[in-house]
Structures are given as structure tokens and as C-alpha cells.
């Protein structure tokens, strides 16, 4: 029998802790539909020239193993893409404060998921700075002693937080006007705050002996006409990657075409990168578990732990089934928030997944993350991980009916339906 999934209507609310920061005022966005949750139906096994051939044992049709074609070119692929989102790694209630607890393992289990599970005592800290609590500068023997670690090709793009949005929500960068002496003055601001946490990041990144290279976007060529991407320069990511270095690019005030100046989010940054590099996944790290069917500080908030995303962008919710849910989608922004928030991610993400990438979203510095940065939900159907998988519409139900049915998954790109030899109830 053949499985194919039919859909129903569902609207759900899609929020994230990182929205709702202290001292702004949340405004609500115009709903949204999402579809619903796919549930299979038997279908009559039509013929091999109407495109449902009979596909050997095991093998999942409409997914692919293979990543798409990179754009750019790279010595080796692109293994991850990860975001460190803004809420996550600074204090949101403190402007212009870091939020170390949460930094340094994050910084640490990257530096795990690069270094095939090598730790960070194996790695000679980078960050020669001279302050309280950086080790001296290491002697040469040091280096010759240690093992050159094959560490994995990575991007990190991270959010701005408390860092950046004060300045340009005060000063309406976002909004352009570069005539305007207060929006100027704003353009110049908003760029110390957020360049000053970057540098902050390649720090702590490089204290894991990780060697990060920071890449502000306005420096780097990118630019919006209209406050959509117009350029965006890859070279300089392609050159660092492929001498070895971790590029870190943020969310930033950028030059725009028509109206002057606004500002680029490391949301619509990723998405750009992903285009171009075609990584094997991307992996949002955030301040909460994933994504809700309403804000995730209501005690009734279920965790969306996988969404499919239909080829003409539409989205559905795989997993959990929810059920006689008619909600409309309120996604809420915080006053001082210019890049859109959850909003943004979620739109980006879907996107992404378009393009045949698995996009994970989980919280920063738990089990859940580290899996997710590992690759270990690849093409994987895994109960027991907490965090929101988004992945193409055709894969998602192919690895789903592979997990249920206990075969081996083998992903081609023939884009023809899945025939198994018995039912599932997915």
C-alpha cells in the first residue's frame, strides 16, 4: 500500500520567551495560518509511470541524503549552521549584559560537536587577552605538543539580545533616514553595542580553542534595498572557512538602498548563508525548548516537536496531533525588538527547510542541544529529544513511516511516493 499525507486545517499560536523581554511593550502581528498535522491515508498503488513506482526495500523516496548543490565553493561541506539566538545568550532584562552561564557551555558543546566528542582540555585557548582569569599566552612547545584536532567546517550566526536593539529602537535605524542626525547618530551606536557582543563571542568561542573569526555583516558587503537583502557577500565566509576559521556573523545595522539604513537579522542571515552553502542542518538555539502553540509561558503550551513544510511554503505540525484546535496564530513582538523575533526565525527556518536542510530548534545549553549540534536527528525520528525539528514535507513523512515500520532509511531525491508492504498508525 501507498501513504500519503492528507491534511486538515489548523491554526496554532507561535511565540518564544525571547519576545517578551522586560520593559517592552508586545505588539501582536497579524495572524497567521499554519496546516495542520498530516495523518496518512491507504491509498490504491497506481502505476510506475504516474510516478509511484515500487522503490527497493528500505528506500525512501521525495528525501535525499545527499544535501543540495553548494553555490559557493568550498574544500569541504558545510556542516552546520548554528544561531545563537539573542535571548539566549544575554541577560534580556539587563541592557548590555552577557548571560555567562549560558554562553560557556554552549561555546563548550560546540566545541564537542566540531571535535568529534574531543573535549576542551585537548584544545589550547585562543584568547591571548590580557584580563583577570585568561591564561598567558602559550609557549610554542605547548603547541607542537598538542594534536592538530580535524575540527568540523561550522558557522555561527548569533542574535543581538540586550545588545543593540535599545539603540536602534530609540533611534528608528530600522526605519531608516540616514539625513537624520538621531538616525545616524543610532546607526553608529546600535553597531558598537552589537559588534562589542560579537567580539565578546569569539572570545569565549576561542577559549575552547575554537577559531573564531568575527564577520560583521556592514563591513562585509551586506546591504537591503527596500529592507530586503539586495547584497549578500559570501566570499569573505567561503575564504574563512576554507583556511580553517569559524566565521561568527551577527544581526546588523546595515546600509539600505531606498531608505537609508535599517537592520539585517542574523534570522534572514542564516537563511542567505544557507542558500548559498547548503549546510547539512541548521541549528536555532534559543531561550526555550522550540516552538508553541502559544506563548510558552501559559501552563497549557504544548511543544510543536516537528512541523513539515509543504513545497509552496505552507506549513503543517507533524508531531504532536493536535486535535480540534482553532486558535489563531499570535505572534508577539517586543516594542524595542527591530528584527522581528519569533516571527522572523520561524519564516526563515521554513525556508531553509525548503531547500531540503533539517532545521532543529532547542535550548541552548541542554542534552537537547548538544544532540542537535552533534547531527545525531538527521534524517532521524527520536522520541526522547525535546526541541522542534523542521524539515521538507516529503521527509518528514518518509522518516516517520521508517521509524514506525523499524526499516532502514535509505534517502534518495526521486521524488516519488513511499510504498511500504503494511499499515503504520504514525
Same mark, same amino acid.
Given at each position: 500500500?501507498?501513504?500519503?499525507?492528507?491534511?486538515?486545517?489548523?491554526?496554532?499560536?507561535?511565540?518564544?520567551?525571547?519576545?517578551?523581554?522586560?520593559?517592552?511593550?508586545?505588539?501582536?502581528?497579524?495572524?497567521?495560518?499554519?496546516?495542520?498535522?498530516?495523518?496518512?491515508?491507504?491509498?490504491?498503488?497506481?502505476?510506475?509511470?504516474?510516478?509511484?513506482?515500487?522503490?527497493?526495500?528500505?528506500?525512501?523516496?521525495?528525501?535525499?541524503?545527499?544535501?543540495?548543490?553548494?553555490?559557493?565553493?568550498?574544500?569541504?561541506?558545510?556542516?552546520?549552521?548554528?544561531?545563537?539566538?539573542?535571548?539566549?545568550?544575554?541577560?534580556?532584562?539587563?541592557?548590555?549584559?552577557?548571560?555567562?552561564?549560558?554562553?560557556?557551555?554552549?561555546?563548550?558543546?560546540?566545541?564537542?560537536?566540531?571535535?568529534?566528542?574531543? @573535549?576542551?582540555?585537548?584544545?589550547?585557548?585562543?584568547?591571548?587577552?590580557?584580563?583577570?582569569?585568561?591564561?598567558?599566552?602559550?609557549?610554542?612547545?605547548?603547541?607542537?605538543?598538542?594534536?592538530?584536532?580535524?575540527?568540523?567546517?561550522?558557522?555561527?550566526?548569533?542574535?543581538?539580545?540586550?545588545?543593540?536593539?535599545?539603540? %536602534?529602537?530609540?533611534?528608528?535605524?530600522?526605519?531608516?533616514?540616514?539625513?537624520?542626525?538621531?538616525?545616524?547618530?543610532?546607526?553608529?551606536?546600535?553597531?558598537? &553595542?552589537?559588534? @562589542?557582543?560579537?567580539?565578546?563571542?569569539?572570545?569565549?568561542?576561542?577559549?575552547?580553542?575554537?577559531?573564531?573569526?568575527?564577520?560583521?555583516?556592514?563591513?562585509?558587503?551586506?546591504?537591503?534595498?527596500?529592507?530586503?537583502?539586495? &547584497?549578500?557577500?559570501?566570499?569573505?565566509?567561503?575564504?574563512?572557512?576554507? $583556511?580553517?576559521?569559524?566565521?561568527?556573523?551577527?544581526?546588523?545595522?546595515?546600509?539600505?538602498?531606498?531608505?537609508?539604513?535599517?537592520?539585517?537579522?542574523?534570522?534572514?542571515?542564516?537563511?542567505?548563508? %544557507?542558500?548559498?552553502?547548503?549546510?547539512? !542542518?541548521?541549528?536555532?538555539?534559543?531561550?526555550?525548548?522550540?516552538? !508553541?502553540?502559544?506563548?510558552?509561558?501559559?501552563?497549557?503550551?504544548?511543544?510543536?516537536?516537528?512541523?513539515?513544510?509543504?513545497?509552496?511554503?505552507?506549513?503543517?505540525?507533524?508531531?504532536?496531533?493536535?486535535?480540534?484546535?482553532?486558535?489563531?496564530?499570535?505572534?508577539?513582538?517586543?516594542?524595542?525588538?527591530?528584527?522581528?523575533?519569533?516571527?522572523?526565525?520561524?519564516?526563515?527556518?521554513?525556508?531553509?527547510?525548503?531547500?531540503?536542510?533539517?532545521?532543529?530548534?532547542?535550548?541552548?545549553?541542554?542534552?537537547?542541544?548538544?544532540?542537535?549540534?552533534?547531527?545525531?536527528?538527521?534524517?532521524?525520528?527520536?522520541?526522547?529529544?525535546?526541541?522542534?525539528?523542521?524539515?521538507?514535507?516529503?521527509? $518528514?513523512? @518518509?522518516?516517520?513511516?521508517? !521509524?514506525?515500520?523499524?526499516?532502514?532509511?535509505?534517502?534518495?531525491?526521486?521524488?516519488?511516493?513511499?510504498?511500504?508492504?503494511?499499515? $503504520?498508525?504514525?
Amino acid at each position: 500500500m501507498i501513504f500519503e499525507p492528507s491534511f486538515t486545517r489548523l491554526t496554532v499560536v507561535i511565540s518564544s520567551a525571547e519576545t517578551h523581554k522586560k520593559g517592552g511593550i508586545p505588539r501582536t502581528r497579524a495572524p497567521t495560518s499554519l496546516a495542520s498535522t498530516p495523518h496518512p491515508r491507504p491509498l490504491l498503488s497506481s502505476s510506475p509511470e504516474k510516478g509511484t513506482a515500487m522503490e527497493d526495500e528500505g528506500e525512501i523516496p521525495g528525501a535525499s541524503s545527499q544535501r543540495p548543490p553548494q553555490i559557493a565553493t568550498l574544500h569541504r561541506p558545510l556542516r552546520c549552521i548554528v544561531k545563537l539566538g539573542g535571548a539566549a545568550v544575554t541577560c534580556k532584562h539587563e541592557i548590555e549584559q552577557i548571560d555567562e552561564e549560558n554562553l560557556g557551555p554552549v561555546c563548550s558543546q560546540l566545541r564537542q560537536a566540531m571535535g568529534a566528542g574531543a @573535549s576542551s582540555a585537548e584544545a589550547l585557548g585562543m584568547d591571548w587577552s590580557r584580563r583577570p582569569g585568561i591564561a598567558g599566552i602559550p609557549s610554542v612547545v605547548e603547541f607542537d605538543e598538542r594534536a592538530v584536532l580535524n575540527l568540523e567546517s561550522v558557522i555561527v550566526v548569533h542574535g543581538a539580545g540586550s545588545f543593540g536593539h535599545f539603540q %536602534a529602537s530609540r533611534s528608528g535605524v530600522h526605519k531608516g533616514g540616514l539625513d537624520m542626525p538621531i538616525v545616524k547618530a543610532g546607526f553608529v551606536a546600535t553597531r558598537i &553595542s552589537v559588534t @562589542s557582543l560579537n567580539l565578546e563571542i569569539v572570545r569565549a568561542l576561542a577559549r575552547e580553542g575554537i577559531p573564531a573569526v568575527g564577520m560583521p555583516p556592514f563591513p562585509c558587503g551586506w546591504s537591503t534595498c527596500n529592507r530586503n537583502v539586495a &547584497s549578500a557577500e559570501v566570499s569573505p565566509v567561503t575564504d574563512a572557512l576554507n $583556511a580553517g576559521f569559524v566565521p561568527v556573523l551577527h544581526g546588523d545595522a546595515v546600509l539600505d538602498n531606498v531608505q537609508g539604513c535599517t537592520i539585517l537579522s542574523g534570522d534572514v542571515i542564516i537563511r542567505h548563508l %544557507a542558500q548559498q552553502l547548503r549546510p547539512e !542542518y541548521v541549528v536555532f538555539l534559543t531561550d526555550v525548548l522550540g516552538v !508553541y502553540d502559544r506563548p510558552p509561558t501559559d501552563p497549557d503550551a504544548v511543544l510543536l516537536r516537528e512541523i513539515a513544510v509543504q513545497e509552496d511554503g505552507s506549513w503543517s505540525v507533524v508531531k504532536p496531533v493536535i486535535q480540534q484546535m482553532k486558535k489563531e496564530v499570535e505572534i508577539t513582538v517586543a516594542a524595542h525588538d527591530t528584527t522581528g523575533g519569533m516571527e522572523t526565525k520561524i519564516s526563515e527556518a521554513a525556508t531553509i527547510a525548503r531547500l531540503g536542510i533539517n532545521v532543529f530548534i532547542t535550548k541552548v545549553g541542554t542534552s537537547h542541544s548538544l544532540r542537535a549540534l552533534k547531527g545525531e536527528l538527521v534524517n532521524e525520528c527520536i522520541d526522547d529529544w525535546l526541541g522542534t525539528a523542521i524539515r521538507p514535507a516529503r521527509w $518528514a513523512f @518518509s522518516i516517520r513511516v521508517a !521509524y514506525v515500520l523499524q526499516k532502514p532509511l535509505n534517502l534518495n531525491r526521486a521524488g516519488k511516493s513511499l510504498t511500504v508492504a503494511a499499515t $503504520a498508525n504514525l
